[in-house]
């Protein structure tokens, strides 16, 4: 039985593709590397902020004949993250399905999380904005743990966090038979199988739908507008 869900957020809860690219544009052109389309930056996400920057950096280099010290990332990284927290919600939207799925699946009494390689402070941003944070028991970003998504940190981070005060109202503990990851990209699945959880693929996030079906995950939606309680109860 199935007695958590956890969530990746870029392209699972929320479609913020525009407002990444822009923010990592406008960051690139603070710092004279110039721009990006919109589907040369979104090709990176999933891996957090640095991964992310480092790649289109790259890109970025390669296509402009241009260099750069790595040493700047860090610099570069934190004016990203400033930017994007201040502009996370320009263009954003939530998927459709989105409310109505975490609405079903809190009258079950099934805990939520999300586990996401983005800064919490941006996820919070945006889950303020879309008045959903209430539905989230815990919030898991990459400042919390020592390594992110593949590794199995975050979902473990997340059910002990669970764990402490569900056991401390005299509740069973919960195991990882009994947590389902819900992400659109392999790395999800990955960390779901590290964990020893069950593992949700969406194919029509930001993420690479090729990468998620190679990862063979329990089962897949195209959308959260697919997924409902009813495929919990059935599948297991």
Not at 28 to 34: A, E, I, L, T, V
Not at 52 to 67: G, R
Request: hydrophobic content about 40%; aromatic content about 8%.
């Amino acid at each position: 039985m199935i007695r958590v869900v956890l969530f990746d957020f870029d392209g699972v809860i929320i479609d913020s593709s525009k407002d990444i690219a822009a923010a990592v544009n406008k960051t690139f052109s603070h710092f004279g590397y110039g721009e990006l389309s919109e589907t040369e930056i979104i090709k990176h996400v999933g891996h957090g902020a640095e991964h992310l920057l480092a790649c289109c950096l790259n890109d970025i280099c390669i296509k402009n004949h241009k260099s750069f010290n790595p040493e700047v990332l860090p610099e570069i990284k934190k004016w990203y993250i400033d930017y994007y927290n201040s502009h996370a919600v320009v263009d954003t939207e939530i998927y459709p399905g989105v409310m109505e799925l975490l609405y079903q699946l809190s009258l079950e009494d099934i805990r939520m999380g999300i586990v996401s390689n983005k800064p919490i402070k941006v996820t919070e941003t945006i889950l303020e904005h879309f008045d959903i944070i209430d539905y989230f028991d815990v919030m898991v970003g990459p400042e919390l743990i020592k390594e992110i998504k593949p590794a199995p940190d975050g979902i473990k981070l997340a059910v002990d966090t669970i764990n402490k005060w569900i056991t401390a109202i005299g509740e069973s503990e919960i195991t990882p038979n009994q947590v389902l990851m819900v992400g659109d990209s392999g790395v999800d699945v990955k960390a779901a199988k590290n964990f020893g959880a069950f593992s949700c693929g969406v194919l029509g996030g930001i993420g690479n739908p090729e990468g998620v079906r190679a990862e063979n995950p329990t089962f897949l939606v195209n959308t959260l507008a697919e997924f409902s309680m009813d495929d919990i109860k059935r599948i297991f």
